[in-house]
């Protein structure tokens, strides 16, 4: 079991840019997979984009449009969503979720385990 505790999020300005970390702990890192998910009110939970431990990264680019950016700090246990040119269609929960193996997964369905959720609010 893996557990992950998320920060960063909060309320910015369209156009602005926000930093999400995600803190693991539990298990050995390299040993799992993490991504990002989010689910704007009324909407289903949507796929952001995934990592695993030596770097390789898929994205939803239906959304993101090379927006985002998922990284990971292997030594701090720590995963990172560093999104830029923020609009209101980015207001949602965002989750931060693991898995274990190294394969790049999309469905929800595929995580054992999920952060609390941060809010993000994308203001006019």
């Known amino acids: 079991q893996v557990q992950l505790v998320e920060s960063g999020g909060g309320l910015v300005q369209a156009g602005g840019s926000l930093r999400l970390s995600c803190a693991a702990s539990g298990r050995t890192f390299s040993g799992i997979a993490m991504a990002w998910f989010r689910q704007a009110p009324g909407k289903e939970r949507e796929f952001v984009a995934a990592?695993?431990?030596?770097?390789?990264?898929?994205y939803n680019e239906d959304s993101v449009k090379g927006r985002f950016t998922i990284s990971r700090d292997n030594a701090k246990n720590t995963v990172y969503l560093q999104m830029n040119t923020l609009n209101s269609e980015d207001t949602a929960v965002y989750y931060c979720a693991a898995r274990g193996g190294y394969g790049l997964a999309r469905r929800s369905s595929e995580y054992d385990d999920w952060g609390q959720g941060t809010q993000v609010t994308v203001s006019a």
């Open positions: 990592m695993n431990w030596n770097g390789a990264s898929t």
